[in-house]
């Protein structure tokens, strides 16, 4: 029997991603038989695409100027770490860092840097911009 805490975990995830999810597609990527050459798709794990909720905070920042104190001079920096977050249970196989995640809705690819375990429910994705 699961604990009333798990319960509203999972009530507040379906609740997050039907108020802001997206389709987000997982596709899995080993590396070549080279290591000079690029990542190319592994064949057995296969693609799926889940609801996940896309989370791009917008960030404004000074570069670190002179003993940690903000030179007035310094132009400002907007920064953008583009994350996933998806429900465990949805994922058909382990994400790993270099896999493929790709927003169905806009086509933008993106590589997965970091994997983060947000809960017990659902996991975050840390990830870099991809062209190709």
């Known amino acids: 029997m699961s604990s009333a805490f798990n319960v509203a975990a ?16 997982f596709r899995a990527m080993k590396t070549a038989a ?21 989370v791009a905070p917008p960030k404004s920042v000074y570069p670190q100027a002179r003993a940690g104190v903000s030179d ?17 249970r949805l994922l058909n196989w382990p994400v790993q860092p270099f896999d493929r995640v790709v927003r169905v809705q806009t086509g933008e690819m993106f590589e997965v840097a970091k994997v983060m375990p947000g809960d017990t429910i659902r996991t ?5 911009g991809k062209s190709s």
């Open 10 to 25: 999972r009530m507040a995830s379906s609740a997050l991603d039907q108020r802001h999810g997206e389709q987000i597609t």
């Open 34 to 54: 080279s290591v000079n050459l690029p990542r190319v798709a592994d064949e057995s794990r296969e693609e799926f695409t889940v609801t996940g909720v896309f």
């Open 72 to 88: 007035d001079h310094a132009h400002r920096a907007d920064i953008s770490a583009p994350r996933v977050s998806v429900d465990q």
């Open 124 to 128: 975050f994705f840390h990830l870099t």
